[in-house]
């Protein structure tokens, strides 16, 4: 089963008053380039979520994106900063004393100046997070990877499509190029006729042209090689895994062939042939660039 490069996933886990929500999303990408976001909170965790995160992809550019939400009252302590508390007091009586001011300060005033008070996270054990985390992780993670195989088994019919078209512009190209060797023999023989009226004709000459032309327009080799190359992407497919450089680099080759055999034609059934197969060619290019 070939898989798509763009594909999403999304778990929401609640549990023990602590939400997490995961969200994975991908678009194409030559190698795999996976970036996470996550609370500062679970940031330890990284290398596990990135370990689970790569046994469902190979390829693509991958955003992961984590949210934690606890709503139990122990997850947050109060603490009291005293020796900040004892600056701003000293200062304050200074500020009395050089300026001749009433030291009217109360313990409220002192409250409310910054970092006296700070509500701190308390230290949750990493292996007690982790347990919380890995199941939406692995869950959001499989919900990614099938929707990338849906999305693949569309791309597959479309490209084996595209490739039984190709083979019939092939089939086209293969049937006209013996006929225009017969026309363009006949065309010589009627041409040198003409030319000597009532003298006899070398066969061996028109013979000599002839195979000089054929040499030129063959493109023997080059449907040889084009049809191995079709078959060889429909095996592909049909094996599935991760063959999308593989793919990309057989378009590559069916381009070059394509464009050989465009560069031989003489005849217009042959060049419009070639024009369709190069069209296919190139779209088939742009679909193998959202293979896995």
Request: charged share 35%; with cysteine.
């Given at each position: 089963?070939?898989?798509?490069?763009?594909?999403?996933?999304?778990?929401?886990?609640?549990?023990?008053?602590?939400?997490?929500?995961?969200?994975?999303?991908?678009?194409?990408?030559?190698?795999?380039?996976?970036?996470?976001?996550?609370?500062?909170?679970?940031?330890?965790?990284?290398?596990?979520?990135?370990?689970?995160c790569?046994?469902?992809?190979?390829?693509?550019?991958?955003?992961?994106?984590?949210?934690?939400e606890?709503?139990?009252?122990?997850?947050?302590?109060?603490?009291?900063?005293?020796?900040?508390?004892?600056?701003?007091?000293?200062?304050?009586?200074?500020i009395?004393?050089?300026?001749?001011?009433?030291?009217?300060?109360?313990?409220?005033?002192?409250?409310?100046?910054?970092?006296?008070?700070?509500?701190?996270?308390?230290?949750?054990?990493?292996?007690?997070?982790?347990?919380?985390?890995?199941?939406?992780?692995?869950?959001?993670?499989?919900?990614?990877?099938?929707?990338?195989?849906?999305?693949?088994?569309?791309?597959?019919?479309?490209?084996?499509?595209?490739?039984?078209?190709?083979?019939?512009?092939?089939?086209?190209?293969?049937a006209?190029?013996?006929?225009?060797?017969?026309?363009?023999?006949?065309?010589?023989?009627?041409?040198?006729?003409?030319?000597?009226?009532d003298?006899?004709?070398?066969?061996?000459?028109?013979?000599a042209?002839?195979?000089?032309?054929a040499?030129?327009?063959?493109?023997?080799?080059?449907?040889?090689?084009?049809?191995?190359?079709?078959?060889?992407?429909?095996?592909?497919?049909?094996?599935?895994?991760?063959?999308?450089?593989?793919?990309?680099?057989?378009?590559?080759?069916?381009?070059?062939?394509?464009?050989?055999?465009?560069?031989?034609?003489?005849?217009?059934?042959?060049?419009?042939?070639?024009?369709?197969?190069?069209?296919?060619?190139?779209?088939?290019?742009?679909?193998?660039?959202?293979?896995?």
């Amino acid at each position: 089963m070939i898989k798509s490069m763009t594909g999403f996933g999304r778990e929401e886990l609640l549990e023990n008053d602590r939400k997490i929500s995961v969200e994975i999303k991908a678009v194409n990408h030559r190698y795999l380039d996976l970036s996470i976001r996550m609370p500062k909170k679970l940031a330890a965790l990284e290398s596990q979520v990135r370990a689970v995160c790569k046994e469902y992809m190979e390829r693509g550019k991958v955003d992961v994106y984590i949210s934690y939400e606890d709503y139990t009252d122990a997850d947050s302590t109060l603490k009291y900063n005293e020796a900040l508390a004892g600056e701003y007091l000293g200062y304050l009586r200074q500020i009395s004393e050089k300026y001749q001011l009433e030291f009217d300060v109360r313990a409220s005033t002192i409250a409310r100046l910054p970092d006296v008070f700070v509500l701190e996270d308390k230290n949750v054990d990493e292996d007690t997070l982790w347990h919380l985390l890995e199941k939406p992780v692995r869950l959001a993670s499989e919900k990614f990877a099938e929707s990338r195989e849906r999305e693949g088994e569309h791309l597959k019919k479309d490209l084996l499509g595209k490739l039984d078209t190709m083979k019939a512009f092939v089939g086209e190209i293969e049937a006209r190029s013996p006929e225009i060797i017969e026309e363009y023999k006949a065309s010589l023989r009627e041409k040198v006729a003409d030319l000597l009226a009532d003298h006899a004709m070398e066969e061996s000459r028109i013979a000599a042209e002839v195979t000089i032309f054929a040499d030129k327009i063959c493109v023997d080799e080059e449907l040889v090689r084009l049809k191995s190359h079709i078959d060889a992407m429909k095996k592909e497919l049909e094996k599935g895994g991760a063959v999308g450089r593989k793919l990309d680099f057989i378009a590559q080759e069916m381009n070059r062939e394509a464009n050989t055999i465009l560069s031989k034609a003489t005849d217009l059934a042959v060049s419009d042939a070639g024009i369709e197969l190069k069209t296919n060619i190139e779209k088939v290019r742009e679909q193998v660039q959202n293979v896995e």
